[in-house]
Antibody
């Protein structure tokens, strides 16, 4: 079955960096666009970053542009999010999300999320 | 960036009643509008793609309608497991594919 398992979250100070990973299994990872979506505690969903199957097309949300970098390794069935210059308002659960085949942009499978806390 | 505004913020209904949730876009998204359900402590679940196409395994009581800037998610007869938070999301033109702020459907 499809599984997406995030890791790498934790407590960091403002200005520090963190790298999230997502291990995918149960499907042909290289055939799907992937997305990172986050949710601050008690808040709604925020679209963060999106990467095409071959990494040729990459997009970011306005609040993370220039600070975050999405990448993937299809040979390792893995998705990554490098987060630099972290701010308090980056505190959130970060979800690794598989794009729906045929409806790119929607997420049909979500990981359980990894919590990133930015606090001094 | 396209802004999606959902209404109402909270909807209080009883099981068996009909629920109507709204999502309005700041500019036209055509028919590129989807819906998710999220229960406490769980990841969101995709319900509907492109206005009215139910995702696999989604019951027929969930339906969607609309186009352009105004969209509706309808739950024809509420089951106890339907009480949750619902989000709309667009996939129009280029990213970011923003979300609405959510509607909480609670038991009356």
């Amino acid at each position: 079955q499809v599984q997406l398992v995030e890791s790498g979250g934790g407590l960091v100070k403002p200005g520090e960096s963190l790298r999230l990973s997502c291990a995918a299994s149960g499907f042909a990872f290289g055939d799907y666009y992937m997305t990172w979506i986050r949710q601050a505690p008690g808040r709604g969903l925020e679209w963060v970053a999106h990467i095409s199957k071959t990494s040729a097309a990459i997009y970011y949300g306005d609040s993370v542009k220039g600070r975050f970098s999405i990448s993937r390794d299809n040979a390792k069935n893995s998705l990554y999010l490098q987060m630099n210059s972290l701010r308090v308002d980056d505190t959130a659960v970060y979800y690794c999300v598989r794009d729906t085949h045929g409806y790119s942009g929607y997420g049909d499978f979500w990981g359980q999320g990894t919590l990133v806390t930015v606090s001094s | 960036e396209i802004v999606l505004t959902q209404s109402p913020a909270t909807l209080s209904l009883s099981p068996g009643e009909r629920a109507t949730l709204s999502c309005r876009a700041s500019q036209s998204v055509g028919r590129y509008l989807g819906w998710y359900q999220q229960k406490p402590g769980q990841s969101p679940r995709l319900l509907i793609c492109d206005v009215s196409n139910r995702a696999p395994g989604i019951p027929a009581r969930f339906s969607g309608s609309g186009s352009g800037t105004d969209f509706t998610l309808t739950i024809s007869s509420l089951e106890p497991e339907d009480f949750a938070v619902y989000y709309c999301q667009h996939r129009s033109n280029w990213p970011p594919y923003t979300f609405g702020q959510g509607t909480k459907l609670e038991i009356k």
